[in-house]
């Protein structure tokens, strides 16, 4: 049940684009993205909803496919800023409200 | 506006003993939600409260309880701690909850359980 994220650590130069995946074996009904930097909390990024998609950052978009129950994250021309854990968190068709199932994560880092 | 806070930050326990860990959301967000993160199994969700009703539980042994007060601050308390209780748990807390509302993380306790 838990969401699959690819690829789990990724390593970038400044200027590059990434995509990071999250995958369900379950149909969803919403996705959320957040970054985690090392020793902080996890950041909200954006939510995806069924039917729609929304951007939460200028350079970092996400689209919501229902079809293949997967999400992915877009950053462009990445930013120091940009490294951290990505994480996305679930809430399946039918599923308890608030119940957010995390994916293990993937780890970005940016290089100058 | 303030952001969301957890007491204490760091807490080293006994196998056996009790803790609890508090919550302050953000004024006016009335959803408040518990994750444990661990390096292993990532972050695992333990319950939500909205209104001081506790509205979903996430699959831990019940010796994880969990409440809201009237002012929205929650607690959640492990009973009888096990070694594999030791994590980071954060608190979320959202002005809703559920599918469509973001969730603002406070910075987390980490407990050590020895």
């Known amino acids: 049940q838990q969401p699959v994220q690819s690829p789990q650590a990724v390593i970038l130069r400044e200027g590059e684009d990434a995509v990071i995946n999250c995958s369900s074996s379950?149909?969803?009904?919403?996705v959320h993205w957040y970054r985690q930097k090392h020793g902080e909390a996890p950041v909200f990024l954006m939510i995806?909803?069924?039917?729609?998609e929304q951007k939460g950052h200028e350079k970092i978009s996400a689209s919501f496919n229902e079809k293949k129950q997967q999400s992915s994250l877009y950053l462009t021309a990445s930013q120091l800023s940009y490294s951290g854990t990505y994480f996305c968190?679930?809430?399946?068709?039918?599923?308890?409200?608030?119940?957010?199932?995390f994916g293990k994560g993937t780890k970005l880092s940016v290089k100058p | 506006k303030a952001g969301v806070t957890q007491t204490p930050r760091y807490l080293i326990k006994t196998r056996g003993q009790q803790v609890t860990l508090s919550c302050s959301p953000i004024?006016?967000?009335?959803?408040v939600s518990w994750y444990q993160q661990t390096p292993g199994q990532g972050l695992q969700f333990l319950f939500e409260?909205?209104?001081?009703?506790?509205?979903n539980k996430g699959n831990f042994p019940g010796r994880f309880s969990g409440r809201q007060f009237s002012n929205s601050r929650s607690e959640m308390n492990v009973s009888t701690l096990e070694l594999g209780d030791s994590a980071l748990y954060l608190c979320?807390?959202?002005?809703?909850?559920?599918?469509?509302?973001?969730?603002?993380f406070g910075p987390g306790t980490r407990l050590t359980v020895t």
């Open positions: 409260y909205f209104s001081e009703t506790q509205r």
């Open positions: 979320a807390s959202s002005l809703v909850g559920g599918a469509v509302s973001e969730q603002y």
């Open positions: 968190g679930t809430e399946p068709w039918g599923g308890s409200q608030g119940n957010l199932i």
């Open positions: 004024s006016g967000h009335r959803s």
């Open positions: 995806l909803l069924k039917g729609g």
């Open positions: 379950k149909a969803l009904y919403s």
